[in-house]
């Protein structure tokens, strides 16, 4: 009994003596954080993608809380919404945002794009791409391992066993920009969403010469710049043997589309046309 | 320390080198496999004369290009080297053997020579050479000692630890006077006394016949190595001949030593007493079911394609052809391609022996961390490499890998080591690089 009695005192003891240290320690050493941090971070979608470009959502918050003006700050996750909430709290204005999403350029199937050799290593893009160009003749179009696939924290992204290729799942992307930064051939670019999610893109990133690529992929840009020529409003340019739709120029004409002698350039989440001869490609990577 | 025993498999050991005949077209890489590539001297339609400067260094690690042929330059276009990338290279039309004039053709051996040495480290820049041991590094940038740093060795390397290949070990039969000539101007040029030849022991001719040879010049001496792979490494073999270990993230200058391989070594001669530039190489044609193995001379940027025809074909059961040895060579993506001054060989891989085998889990016999030459742990490297804890591999000296491969060699569960710290090696590397840009 007694020995039970002296354990308790003395351990209770310690921990009073202890606690009574560490609340003097805790006033000493007191941060006065900014309240409204903990209100930002609450709006937040709390998913420490890095989408940002800060650390995850707490740094962001921070990020807010100090910023003189919320211009350059955006949650790509959460939008313009969460970005109003965001402004509300702070007495702020919020600046618009243009929601983006992540495209696939390279259409590259297995049927258009043939097999020249086979790799057994590990499946690892990256790993491939430092070690040679890639199973096909085209060493700039996408080798299908899966490495935006894994980087995806969203599960928005993912390699079609039939196609080879990534597919972006809409509903899911938040353009948050891993997949980005984990392709190391540069393929997936942030693209404006576009009214009712309607895009127009230039489906390669091939660079070389039209005749070398067209013996490659059978769906490469080859650099013949019709659509150039047609596009009424000058949203496209030329470079690099390779053609780039300006998202922000392109009023979705679909001109170039029609043009495109190699089924290059993709239209997406369009109604179906009355006068058309072809269908269009479908070679689109996405849903 | 460490290395592995793979079969020797020198079936083209001792066979007397053949010229193969000029192709119809030459494409020769403006870009030898490591630094920039250099700018093309020639336009289309141009008229070329073999040795002709067709590309002029870019930079400092870059080296000259020569026409390896004579003909009309058909066009300057992209093409695919044994990466699978493309890069600009000269296409030339062959038109008959029309060699420039001050190229000294005489069989005759000049053994004399009077140039000063920063006259000879200018004679080989102009003629485009670089390292023909595989990893084509240009050899002026090596011979230019930095300043405060004192060379005292010169090291030749005849290992070819490589198995199958036996381009090297043919040359030190042929050419072991031109060889040794060679040493000597290397030694003029970078001002050291001494050189050590190493040449692994499986290859007594020709250590003996370079010996008959070392005899006549001052300061040679040729050392027999034990049989391993990495013995033709860098820094394994100056720790094999010195005693000294160049130290971790360090050049072997760090301690007085220059290596040079043999084939290089023979180009210096070639191009220092015949003024002719790097335009042609030996390379080994082999393979297990080849019928008959052998070594070749080839001008440079000659397609494998006609090297095979001339050979005899590529055999059925081929799985895998490889440029170089089969521990460090290259699987090529394609035949359509061309000659570089780094390609060693031709190697016939059979089907069966292509793939790799199915990848088990590691057991933990650290017969990787036994047999590593640099001292590493693969094992460990490679479980980080697949976590991306890149400031873990730098810390375990990722950096300090040499990529010969002996540890995917030697595993019993055929894990991709090498894959990964190759990884590691590249991402790490670039770590490294924005951290000292950052810094300035």
């Known amino acids: 009994m007694n020995l039970i009695l002296a354990s308790v005192v003395s351990l209770g003891g310690i921990g009073a003596l202890s606690a009574v240290i560490l609340y003097f320690i805790a006033q000493k050493f007191h941060v006065e954080e900014d309240a409204r941090i903990d209100e930002v971070e609450a709006v937040l979608p709390a998913a420490n993608c890095g989408g940002c470009g800060f650390p995850g959502c707490r740094a962001f918050a921070a990020a807010c809380v100090t910023a003189d003006t919320l211009d350059n700050l955006s949650c790509p996750v959460g939008g313009t919404a969460t970005m109003e909430k965001v402004a509300d709290i702070l007495g702020k204005k919020a600046a618009a945002v243009v929601p983006t999403i992540a495209v696939v350029r390279c259409g590259g199937t297995c049927e258009v794009r043939e097999k020249t050799n086979s790799y057994d290593g590990v499946k690892s893009c990256t790993i491939v791409h430092n070690l040679y160009g890639g199973e096909t003749g085209c060493s700039w179009g996408c080798l299908g391992l899966g490495d935006c696939e894994v980087s995806c924290t969203f599960d928005a992204i993912h390699i079609n066993p039939e196609t080879m290729l990534p597919e972006v799942d809409e509903d899911k992307c938040t353009a948050c920009g891993a997949c980005v930064k984990a392709c190391p051939k540069n393929i997936i670019e942030l693209r404006r969403k576009g009214p009712k999610s309607r895009r127009i893109y230039v489906n390669c990133v091939n660079k070389d010469k039209g005749a070398v690529n067209k013996k490659v992929c059978k769906v490469a840009c080859i650099g013949c710049s019709k659509c150039f020529n047609v596009c009424p409003y000058e949203a496209i340019e030329m470079g690099n043997n390779l053609a780039y739709i300006d998202s922000e120029k392109c009023k979705l004409c679909r001109k170039c589309v029609e043009v495109c002698p190699t089924n290059a350039i993709v239209e997406l989440n369009f109604p179906p046309r009355k006068t058309k001869i072809e269908e269009p490609s479908t070679t689109g990577t996405e849903k | ?440």
Not at chain 2, 285 to 298: I, L
Not at chain 2, 346 to 356: A, N
């Open chain 2, 1 to 440: 320390m460490g290395g592995v025993h793979p079969p020797e498999n020198k079936f083209s050991a001792g066979k007397k080198t053949k010229i193969i005949s000029l192709p119809q077209q030459v494409i020769i890489p403006l870009r030898h496999y490591s630094g920039n590539p250099s700018v093309a001297e020639v336009s289309r339609g141009e008229i070329v004369k073999v040795g002709q400067l067709i590309g002029r260094a870019n930079g400092f690690i870059s080296a000259n290009v020569h026409s390896s042929v004579s003909g009309k330059v058909s066009k300057i276009d992209n093409a695919m080297d044994a990466f699978g990338y493309k890069f600009p290279a000269v296409f030339i039309d062959v038109i008959g053997d029309d060699w420039l004039d001050e190229i000294d053709l005489s069989p005759e051996v000049k053994r004399v020579c009077n140039l000063e040495p920063h006259e000879i480290i200018k004679k080989v820049a102009e003629a485009g050479i670089v390292g023909l041991g595989g990893a084509t590094f240009p050899t002026h940038v090596k011979l230019s000692i930095p300043q405060g740093k004192k060379a005292e060795v010169l090291i030749i390397n005849g290992a070819e630890c490589e198995p199958y290949l036996t381009c090297d070990h043919q040359l030190m039969l042929e050419k072991g006077e031109e060889i040794i000539i060679g040493i000597s101007i290397l030694m003029k040029a970078i001002r050291v006394k001494k050189a050590i030849i190493g040449i692994e022991s499986n290859k007594m001719d020709a250590v003996l016949n370079l010996e008959k040879w070392a005899k006549t010049m001052e300061g040679i001496e040729v050392v027999p190595l034990k049989v391993k792979y990495p013995q033709g490494s860098e820094k394994q073999l100056i720790q094999a001949l010195t005693g000294r270990e160049v130290p971790s993230g360090a050049l072997p200058i760090e301690v007085g030593a220059v290596v040079q391989n043999v084939a290089t070594t023979f180009a210096v001669y070639e191009a220092v007493q015949k003024n002719k530039p790097l335009i042609e190489r030996i390379i080994t044609v082999t393979g297990k079911s080849v019928p008959e193995p052998g070594n070749y001379w080839v001008r440079i940027g000659t397609p494998f394609t006609h090297i095979i025809e001339e050979t005899g074909g590529m055999p059925q059961d081929t799985g895998k052809v490889v440029a170089g040895g089969p521990m460090m060579g290259r699987a090529l993506p394609s035949l359509d391609l061309s000659v570089a001054k780094g390609t060693s060989s031709i190697l016939f891989i059979p089907s069966s022996e292509s793939k790799r085998g199915k990848v088990f889990n590691c057991i933990r016999c650290a017969k990787c961390v036994f047999h590593c030459p640099m001292g590493l742990e693969p094992y460990l490297l490679m479980n980080q490499g697949e976590k991306q804890m890149w400031e873990n591999m730098e810390e375990n000296r990722v950096m300090d890998c040499i990529e010969c491969g002996s540890c995917s060699f030697i595993c019993p569960s055929n894990r991709p080591l090498v894959d990964y710290i190759r990884y590691g090696k590249s991402t790490v590397g670039t770590m490294i690089r924005n951290r000292k840009t950052h810094k300035s």
